[in-house]
């Protein structure tokens, strides 16, 4: 393990060119051998810890600007897509006016379950549990159809469809508890 360290200290100090900026990094050993790293020494090792002179290259006028250039073109594809989700969502919504469906937010997902404790009452009968897990299970179902226009090829959803859908987690059968 302490030629692993050496090696990650000779890495970092042959990966960082030599631009005379430093910045105070600590090492030390744990009771189990480990070496670490990290900008603060914790309590415990103050006595064993050492500190390195890393150096750290400051970035030129040109490194500043490409960052700065990169930096402006994500924020333009960020806003580009957030147009075109509005759009999407815009265009999904005159959709489903002329189909006469409504796109809705789930009617079933902001019920209760039917079975409430009362009081005095030490537990659900299981029947209770099951209409619950019945009620539970078609807030679900209900929840899943309508994020189902929003799933995205590769597995996600889009954004925009917590707007007008509520995510309801699946619900664990009561004989499974």
């Known amino acids: ?3 692993f360290g050496r ?3 000779g890495a970092l100090l042959a990966i960082l060119p030599l631009s005379f900026v430093s910045a105070e990094v600590f090492k030390w050993v744990d009771e189990a051998g480990n070496v670490h790293f990290g900008d ?3 309590e415990k090792y103050r006595q064993t810890g050492k500190t ?3 150096p750290v290259r400051e970035p030129s006028a040109a490194d500043r600007q490409k960052a700065e250039a990169v930096a402006e073109s994500i924020r333009k594809a960020a ?3 957030r147009e075109r989700r509005l759009e999407e969502g815009e265009r999904l919504e005159g959709d489903s006016k002329k189909t006469g469906q409504k796109m809705a937010p789930n009617r079933v997902a902001d019920q209760a379950p039917p079975n409430q404790l009362q009081p005095g009452q030490a537990r659900l009968t299981r029947k209770q ?3 619950n897990y019945e009620a539970e299970m078609a807030r679900y179902r209900e929840s899943q159809r309508c994020f189902a226009p929003y799933q995205m090829r590769g597995g996600g959803t ?3 469809a917590f707007n007008k859908c509520q995510s309801v987690e699946r619900p664990i059968h009561p004989d499974v508890r």
Do not use: I
Request: proline share 5%.
């Open 1 to 3: 393990m302490l030629f």
């Open 7 to 9: 090696v990650l200290a």
């Open 40 to 42: 603060s020494l914790p």
């Open 52 to 54: 390195l002179d890393v």
């Open 79 to 81: 806003e580009s897509a």
């Open 129 to 131: 549990r099951m209409e």
């Open 158 to 160: 889009r954004g925009y």
